[in-house]
């Protein structure tokens, strides 16, 4: 056994937090290695990042399937042809089935923008400002069935400053979330191996 963990990210677009993943991957030490990248979008922008670095990519769209149950039994099937002992939800915009959640059970992590339990959901930025919020963040936890629920593994606060728009915001975010990612994966994977 590799004393590396085997990770697959899921993306649906632009894919920078799956990169910040992979170059951390990419340290000496870190416990984890990329196996590989699937997109519920064919035209997702970080399919070609991955591709580039000769990743194995793959592409599952709903459509393409009779329902969402068997477009999860599909990922399911590529992750598990990869050996993916763990899954990062990296911007992947489709909320996954109850059967894919239960199967990755304690080994599938998501990043949201947001001080969760504050703002589930879409446009957390823009809430965050519209609640007049002094401080906002991210975090990434494990998925449940539940959208945007389930442990959390670690959170980033930031300052929200006056002025502050929903754009500017969410890049001060989108620094701390690529490396918060990399952070949480490697603490998540530490901390299972400690309670083997
Ligand atoms: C990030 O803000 C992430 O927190 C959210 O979706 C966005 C994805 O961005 N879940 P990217 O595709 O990783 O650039």
């Avoid at 990043?111 to 975090?139: F, M, N, V």
């Amino acid at each position: 056994m590799t004393d590396r963990a085997s990770v697959a990210i899921l993306i649906s677009g632009r894919g920078s937090n799956m990169q910040s993943l992979v170059r951390a991957t990419q340290v000496p030490g870190f416990p984890a290695r990329i196996v590989g990248v699937i997109s519920n979008k064919p035209d997702a922008a970080g399919l070609d990042f991955a591709r580039s670095l000769g990743l194995p990519t793959a592409v599952v769209q709903l459509k393409s399937h009779p329902d969402k149950d068997a477009a999860d039994a599909a990922i399911t099937r590529q992750l598990e042809d990869w050996g993916a002992e763990w899954v990062c939800l990296a911007g992947f915009m489709r909320v996954l089935s109850a059967g894919f959640t239960r199967r990755w059970q304690g080994r599938l992590l998501n990043i949201h923008p947001s001080l969760l339990p504050k703002y589930k959901g879409l446009d957390t930025h823009q809430r965050a400002l519209d609640a007049g919020d002094t401080e906002h963040g991210c975090t990434v936890h494990q998925v449940i069935p539940e959208l945007d629920e389930g442990p959390v593994i670690s959170q980033v606060r930031v300052p929200i400053f006056p002025g502050d728009d929903a754009e500017t915001l969410a890049a001060r975010v989108l620094i701390e979330e690529h490396k918060l990612y990399p952070a949480a994966l490697a603490k998540a994977i530490r901390e299972s191996r400690s309670g083997d």
